[in-house]
Nanobody
Framework: QVHLVESGGGLVQSGGSLRLSCAASGRIFRIDNMAWYRQAPGKERELVATITSSGSTNYKDSVKDRFTISNDNAKNTVYLQMDSLKVEDTAVYFC?????????????WGQGTQVTVSL
């Protein structure tokens, strides 16, 4: 069994910063890709940023130059540093990981962490 646990969400004023963390635990042989998604009220879940095990990254256009995704392979953890936050960044943020447990690969999700940006 694999679990992903996010932390670091909260309430912040516009222009502020937050750092989200997502730690994977359980039967993990290899993590191939990790990502952050978000879902605002009444909207579909959208991809925010991705990172491969080798460190290659991709970002949603609206967060480029403001958000930074990084990982610590030794800790099976992915981070999302969010700077210059805007009201429109308000959402529940979910981490996602493509994990091989030695027998098969699976896509796993965390429970989500709320990020609220106020004016």
């Amino acid at each position: 069994q694999v679990h992903l646990v996010e932390s670091g969400g909260g309430l912040v004023q516009s222009g502020g910063s937050l750092r989200l963390s997502c730690a994977a635990s359980g039967r993990i042989f290899r993590i191939d890709n990790m990502a952050w998604y978000r879902q605002a009220p009444g909207k579909e879940r959208e991809l925010v940023a991705t990172i491969t095990s080798s460190g290659s990254t991709n970002y949603k256009d609206s967060v480029k130059d403001r958000f930074t995704i990084s990982n610590d392979n030794a800790k099976n953890t992915v981070y999302l540093q969010m700077d210059s936050l805007k009201v429109e960044d308000t959402a529940v943020y979910f981490c996602n990981a493509d994990i091989y447990n030695g027998n098969y690969s699976g896509l796993y999700w965390g429970q989500g962490t709320q990020v609220t940006v106020s004016l």
